[in-house]
């Protein structure tokens, strides 16, 4: 059965202390990986998508990397705006079909 | 500006009173997509289309009908409601359903409790 489990569920840091998010999951043949941020009353906002084991992807204090079993957002010297939920999702072998973890609440303080 | 709308974002209704969930987007957009997200249990997919007339069934179908008869519109309908459908729904476009063109584009997402 295809699943996506992401952890931590909740975390908070304080600005500019660098963390890591995980995405793991089992799909029968992974077609690509995305993340999303998703903001309070808001829908999920893309953000990386990734397609290979070894793949990275940097935006601003964000990277994405991927491995054949998870994959990793790490946020290098946070600012409290962003604070938000991020989501992990993956599209399997069928390509109509997406995944999405449960997701990772960031809460960054001044 | 390239946007996913639904209607509406708020939604109260009873048990058995059907109602349906516009969502339009102005992307021309082929591939189309319902979830629901709860507490805990993230985005499900309910229903998703790759084009005009091709709709199939995601995770979580039960309970729901889709059309997709114009490009733009894809509308989820529950013809009974009941207390367990009582979710956040989210309506999802992107170009197409295949890889490099599968960035999926987000409503703002309608909240519906059924009584």
């Known amino acids: 059965e295809d699943q996506v489990t992401q952890s931590p569920e909740a975390l908070r840091l304080q600005e500019g202390e660098s963390s890591s998010l995980n995405c793991s999951y089992t799909?029968?043949?992974?077609?690509?990986l995305f993340w999303y941020r998703q903001d309070p009353g808001k829908g999920p906002e893309f953000l990386f998508t990734?397609?290979?084991a070894g793949e990275e992807k940097e935006k601003e204090r964000l990277k994405a990397t991927l491995t054949k079993k998870e994959s990793f957002l790490h946020i290098t010297a946070p600012k409290p705006e962003d604070s938000a939920t991020y989501l992990c999702?993956?599209?399997?072998?069928?390509?109509?079909?997406?995944?999405f973890g449960s997701g990772t609440k960031l809460n960054v303080k001044p | 500006e390239a946007q996913v709308t639904q209607n509406p974002r708020y939604l109260i209704t009873v048990t058995g009173k059907k109602l349906t969930v516009t969502c339009s987007q102005n992307?021309?957009?082929?591939?189309m997509s319902w979830y629901r997200q709860d507490p805990g249990l993230g985005l499900r997919q309910i229903y998703y289309?790759?084009?005009?007339?091709?709709?199939d069934k995601g995770d979580v179908p039960e309970g729901y009908k889709v059309s997709r008869k114009e490009k733009r519109n894809f509308p989820l309908i529950l013809e009974s409601p009941s207390p367990n459908q009582t979710s956040l729904y989210f309506c999802?476009?992107?170009?197409?359903?295949?890889?490099?063109?599968?960035?999926?584009?987000f409503g703002a997402g309608t909240r519906l409790s059924v009584l």
């Open positions: 999802a476009s992107s170009l197409k359903y295949g890889i490099g063109k599968n960035i999926q584009y």
């Open positions: 799909v029968s043949g992974l077609r690509g």
């Open positions: 990734l397609y290979s």
């Open positions: 999702a993956v599209q399997a072998s069928d390509f109509n079909k997406f995944y």
């Open positions: 992307m021309n957009h082929e591939y």
């Open positions: 289309s790759m084009n005009v007339e091709v709709t």
